[in-house]
């Protein structure tokens, strides 16, 4: 299978911390890598590979994957991390992409 | 700084062709491990991955969608192209395209492109 799933909706009290899993067979292949979305925006990348963060990003932002499940996990929750967020691999072919399902999160 | 901007048509007709132009600046297209994707998502709905080009000349492509999709590159225009053939409604949705960057056994999209908003209908 090519697909990559996750949770549609989890909520997370401001300041404390909140996982997002990502499910699929090409996981235990190829790392993922996280994408945040605000509404109207573009995609903008927070994790990739084993858990390496893009300049800008902060460090309340991790990653880390076992077996077919990749996580994306925020410390310490803010308002700003109210956002879509995706997940991306390489599909089982290795030449190809899949976006997982994408996870609202909300702040409360 | 590395930037990328789609352009093309705000609206087509049913069966019509879609032809997006991403133009990008700050790297090469011609340097090997440069690689350019295509993403959409329509309204409200998920990302979903469309087709690449590589510095080499490969492409991929959806296999949902491959036999509607053409990609190609003008390296001396750093441009790429991306054509969708028999456009429907359902193809509505903000098309994007980005750099995958690779690194070993890591890949990633980074930057994105703006975004832009195809909307099909007669």
């Known amino acids: 299978s090519s697909e990559l799933t996750q949770d549609p909706a989890v909520s997370v009290a401001l300041g404390q911390t909140v996982r997002i899993t990502c499910q699929g067979d090409s996981l235990r292949s190829y790392y993922a890598s996280w994408y945040q979305q605000k509404p109207g925006q573009a995609p903008v990348l927070v994790i990739y590979?084993?858990?390496n963060r893009p300049s800008g990003i902060p460090d309340r932002f991790s990653g880390s994957s076992s077996g077919n499940t990749a996580s994306l996990t925020i410390t310490g929750a803010q308002a700003e991390d109210e956002a879509d967020y995706y997940c991306n691999s390489r599909d089982s072919s290795g030449n190809r992409y899949v976006f997982g399902t994408g996870t609202k999160v909300t702040v409360l | 700084q590395v930037t990328l901007r789609e352009s093309g048509p705000a609206l087509v007709k049913p069966t019509q062709t879609l032809t997006l132009t991403c133009t990008f600046s700050?790297?090469?297209?011609?340097?090997?491990?440069?690689?350019v994707s295509w993403v959409r998502q329509p309204p409200g709905k998920a990302l979903e991955w469309l087709a690449l080009?590589?510095?080499?000349?490969?492409?991929y492509y959806s296999t949902s969608l491959k036999t509607r999709l053409t990609i190609s590159k003008d390296t001396s225009k750093n441009q790429v192209v991306l054509t969708m053939t028999n456009m429907d409604p359902v193809d509505t949705a903000t098309y994007y395209c980005?750099?995958?960057?690779?690194?070993?056994?890591?890949?990633?999209?980074?930057?994105w492109g703006q975004g832009t908003l195809v909307t099909v209908s007669s």
């Open positions: 980005a750099r995958i960057n690779t690194h070993g056994e890591y890949n990633w999209f980074d930057p």
């Open positions: 080009i590589d510095w080499d000349d490969d492409k």
């Open positions: 700050g790297f090469s297209l011609s340097t090997s491990g440069m690689c």
């Open positions: 590979g084993k858990n």
